[in-house]
Antibody
Framework: QVQLQESGPGLVKPSQTLSLTCTVS??????????WSWVRQHPGQALEWMGHIYHTGNTYYTASLKSRLTISLDTSKKQFSLRLTSVAAADTAVYYCARARKYFMGVDFDYWGQGALVTVSP | DIVMTQSPDFLAVSLGERATITCKSSQNLLDTSTNSHCLTWYQQRPGQPPKLLIYWGSTRDYGVPDRFSGSGSGTDFTLTISSLQAEDVAVYYC?????????FGGGTKLEIQ
């Protein structure tokens, strides 16, 4: 059974960097056919795809976050990570890591972590 | 970007009755290589992560009860719950998998009437 688990600080100060790690079990991060993704959800709001990484290291980011977002992969640790710089209150959200099934042009998500609430506040 | 629009935002249905949620995309989601539509439905129960329900517009994921069904073509899609159960209280999202960036609908909150 594939399982994903987010970890990282639950509170980040404005202008600082938000860092989260997703640990994966039951699947290999260096096999093709899947992307490793981050999706966030602002309180009471819809899901927002942030970006994903392929086992080759290729990354894809949503345009609105591209200048602040980095997703990286450590296959030996079975982890992938998110780094979001210069955070503000608007970045307060639940952050999910997810496995994305690769299609011709897009993806969908078959396994999700439980989510990590990150609050941006002084 | 492909815009996904769901309706209604909120739906209250009696136990045992039918619930219908619609999703409209700004572009045709037909994948000509498979002749299937790249549209996925998720269920998000309170305090839980989303759960994949239906993919390719109409294929139920493993273990999803058969009271859930998906239909539609082109730009217009529907999620139907044929006989609402208490455990179906959730927010339902559609998502297009035809292109990047990934885009979701705004969600439909389903409650018991």
């Amino acid at each position: 059974q594939v399982q994903l688990q987010e970890s990282g600080p639950g509170l980040v100060k404005p202008s600082q960097t938000l860092s989260l790690t997703c640990t994966v079990s039951g699947a290999s991060l260096d096999s093709g056919g899947f992307y490793w993704s981050w999706v966030r959800q602002h309180p009471g709001q819809a899901l927002e795809w942030m970006g994903h990484i392929y086992h080759t290291g290729n990354t894809y980011y949503t345009a609105s976050l591209k200048s602040r977002l980095t997703i990286s992969l450590d296959t030996s640790k079975k982890q992938f990570s998110l780094r979001l710089t210069s955070v503000a209150a608007a970045d307060t959200a639940v952050y999910y890591c997810a496995r994305a099934r690769k299609y011709f042009m897009g993806v969908d998500f078959d396994y999700w972590g439980q989510g990590a609430l990150v609050t941006v506040s002084p | 970007d492909i815009v996904m629009t769901q309706s209604p935002d909120f739906l209250a249905v009696s136990l045992g009755e039918r619930a219908t949620i619609t999703c409209k995309s700004s572009q045709n989601l037909l994948d000509t290589s498979t002749n299937s539509h790249c549209l996925t439905w998720y269920q998000q129960r309170p305090g839980q992560p989303p759960k994949l329900l239906i993919y390719w517009g109409s294929t139920r994921d493993y273990g999803v009860p058969d009271r859930f069904s998906g239909s539609g073509s082109g730009t217009d899609f529907t999620l139907t719950i044929s006989s609402l159960q208490a455990e179906d209280v959730a927010v339902y999202y559609c998502q297009q998998c035809a292109n990047i960036p990934v885009t979701f609908g705004g969600g439909t909150k389903l409650e018991i009437q």
